[in-house]
Structures are given as structure tokens and as C-alpha cells.
């Protein structure tokens, strides 16, 4: 599909979801990170028309990420009458929850209750808006390694973009206008103080990943295979323990 075919196709989506709740949303509610997933996401959300809040939510922040989520934030609300912008500074929130934590300190740990307590931020103020929480995971993240607590994806009621790759993001970023500064952005969750990026992480690249995910002779096939495995149980259904009848 051409990629500005692809836009109105999302963006139909996510109004026509919120068209066949029982009850309307009356607006959606994003976090935005300052990277092309969560600009892209957020974008299409403007341009349903329906009240969009974009939340960007420091926790110990490097200044350039956050500095990125403000400009996207400033973008927004030029091209849009329906965006909403907050900043919702959540240091203390953490620093409190870290100390309260300190007998169990784990630095991973930490790293993903920052997401969550972005994720919590976010449902709170869908719920003060009768809103819906707008994920920003992309394919490869949710269905292919796995790697998806990150800015504020710990937990959403609709993922638009779940079904494209990280280069069809980065595609449709470019037709939508995006700041090339965060087209070209480094992938990073935005969980580290030393703000290391996804690759770093994973070990490869989006470019490398995608095409290990759809080659199965792919010289790193068994690298991507070794991280989904990791992953899987992010991925699987919750294990129910099923009682005897």
C-alpha cells in the first residue's frame, strides 16, 4: 500500500474504533517521547479531528530526548486545533518510588517502572477526559522481540501502528511532515540515564531485526531468534492455571 494511502487508512482505523465503543471516547491520549514511533502515532491521532492529549512525562530525562519531545509537542499543536499539550514532570513521582523500593533495587527493574509510571500517568488523564491510551509500538517491538515497555507502552487500549515496520514508520513520518531531527534520532526506549538506544540493546539494528524476522536464512536469524525467545512470554497469553472439573 502506498505509504499516503497508509496514513488515511490509520487514521479511519482509530476513528472508527472509537466510533463503535459502547460508549465514545471523547478524546485520545498519548505519551510522546521525542521518537519517530510516538511522533508518527500521535500525529495520525491529530488527524482523526478528535481531541488529542499529547503528554510528554520527564523521569530523569537526558535534555536532547526531551528537548525532541517538545519540539514534536510545538509541531502538533501548529498544524492542529484538536491537540492539547502537558508536560507532567514525574522526577519526584520516581524518586519517591525508588526510595520506597531501595530494599529491592534492580537497575532493569527501575528502568521499567519508569514506563509503567508513565503508563498509570497516562490512563489517569484518559480517564479524567473519557479518553482511550494510544500505544506506539511497532511490529517489530510487539511481535517480533518483544521489546515494548517504553515510553509509556506499558500498558494501551489501541496500538494504530502495531502493524508497521520501523522503516514504514520512518516512511510515513517523512510523508507526514515530522521534524527530520527526529526522523533521524537514534531508536532509544528512554528508560536509561545513559540514554543508550535500542540497537545497543538488541544488539541489532531495526534494518537488521526486520529483515531477520521476515528471512528465515537470514545471517541474524539466530540472533533474532535468541532475543524473541527471551521475549516470548511478553507475547504469549497471560498462563491461566486451569482448576479440574
Not at 521518537?35 to 481531541?51: E, N, P, Q, R, W
Request: proline share 4%.
Amino acid at each position: 500500500m502506498e505509504v499516503s494511502k497508509k496514513i488515511i487508512f490509520i487514521k479511519d482505523w482509530i476513528l472508527n474504533y472509537v466510533e463503535k465503543m459502547p460508549k465514545k471516547a471523547k478524546s485520545l491520549v498519548i505519551g510522546i517521547s521525542g521518537g519517530i514511533d510516538s511522533s508518527v502515532s500521535s500525529t495520525l491521532c491529530a488527524m482523526t479531528g478528535l481531541k488529542t492529549i499529547v503528554l510528554t512525562m520527564p523521569i530523569k530525562q537526558i535534555s536532547s530526548q526531551h528537548n525532541l519531545s517538545l519540539k514534536h509537542q510545538k509541531w502538533l499543536k501548529s498544524k492542529f486545533k484538536n491537540i492539547e499539550p502537558h508536560i507532567v514532570e514525574l522526577d519526584d513521582v520516581f524518586k519517591s518510588f525508588e526510595s520506597k523500593l531501595s530494599p529491592f533495587a534492580n537497575d532493569h527493574g527501575f528502568a521499567n517502572s519508569r514506563a509503567r509510571l508513565r503508563m498509570t500517568t497516562l490512563y489517569q488523564v484518559a480517564a479524567a477526559n473519557s479518553g482511550i491510551v494510544v500505544g506506539t509500538g511497532n511490529k517489530v517491538e510487539d511481535f517480533g522481540v518483544g521489546f515494548y515497555t517504553k515510553y509509556g507502552d506499558g500498558g494501551v487500549d489501541i496500538s494504530p501502528i502495531a502493524d508497521c515496520t520501523k522503516t514504514e514508520i520512518w516512511e510515513i513520518g517523512k510523508e507526514l511532515g515530522i521534524e527530520e531531527e527526529i526522523i533521524k534520532a537514534q531508536p532509544t526506549d528512554g528508560l536509561w540515564d545513559d540514554g543508550r538506544t535500542d540497537a545497543g540493546q538488541l544488539g541489532l539494528s531495526y534494518k537488521d531485526l526486520e529483515e531477520a524476522m521476515e528471512n528465515p536464512n537470514s545471517l541474524n536469524r539466530s540472533k533474532y531468534e535468541s532475543i524473541r525467545k527471551l521475549n516470548l512470554h511478553k507475547m504469549d497469553a497471560i498462563p491461566v492455571c486451569k482448576i479440574p472439573k
